[in-house]
C-alpha cells in the first residue's frame, strides 16, 4: 500500500539516507554525506512556511519532498527545494504519486503557483514536464562562485 505522511523531526534521518543514495547518483553525482543531507534537510524543514510529504510503501519511506510557501503577490507560491523517490523504487510511480498528494494539499492552503529548478535537458526535467510543469524559458539561473 502506498500513502504519503507530513515530513517531521523524525523523518530527517531516512530522509537523508535516500537523499545521499539519490543525489550521489546521475545525473547529479555530488558528494553528500548523511551528515550533510541531514543538515540541508533540517535546515529546510525549520524555515518558514515549510511544507513538506514523505511516499510510503509498506510503510517503508521511498521518497520525500521538502519545500516552502512564500508569500507572493497574489496569494502564495511554494518552492520545491528538494524532491528525491529511492534509487530502487524509481520509475514505478512513486514520484508522480508524492507530486500529486503535494499538490491537493498545498491547493487546499492556497498556493497557486509551484516553483523549482532542476537541470535541464534529462530525465529529471521531463519528469515534471510529465506532470504538468513548463520550462520557462525566460528565466536562468545564475551563479557566482565567491573566492
Ligand atoms: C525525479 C524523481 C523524483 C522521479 O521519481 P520517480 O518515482 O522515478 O517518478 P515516476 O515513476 O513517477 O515517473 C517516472 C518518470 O520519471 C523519469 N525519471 C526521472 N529521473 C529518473 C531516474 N533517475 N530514474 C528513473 N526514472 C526517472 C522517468 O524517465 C519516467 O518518465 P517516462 O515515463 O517519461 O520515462 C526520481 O527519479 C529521483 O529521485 N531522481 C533523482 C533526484 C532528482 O533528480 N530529484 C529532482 C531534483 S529537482
Redesign the pocket.
Known sequence: MIHCIPITEDLLDACAAIYVD??N????NDAWDVPSARRRLANILHAPGFFGLAILRDQHLC?AAFGEIEPWFQGSMFN?R??????D???????????FHLEVELRALGVHTVH????TG???E???Q??GYRTETDMRMLIKTLS
Not at 528538494?82 to 534509487?87: H, K, Q, T, Y
Not at 523504487?89 to 507530486?99: K, M
Open positions: 539519490t543525489f547518483a546521475e545525473p547529479w521518497g520545491l528538494e524532491m528525491f523517490v529511492a534509487n523504487q524509481r520509475g514505478t510511480g512513486l514520484g508522480s504519486e508524492l507530486l523549482l529548478f532542476t537541470s534529462d530525465l529529471t521531463r519528469f515534471y510529465r506532470n
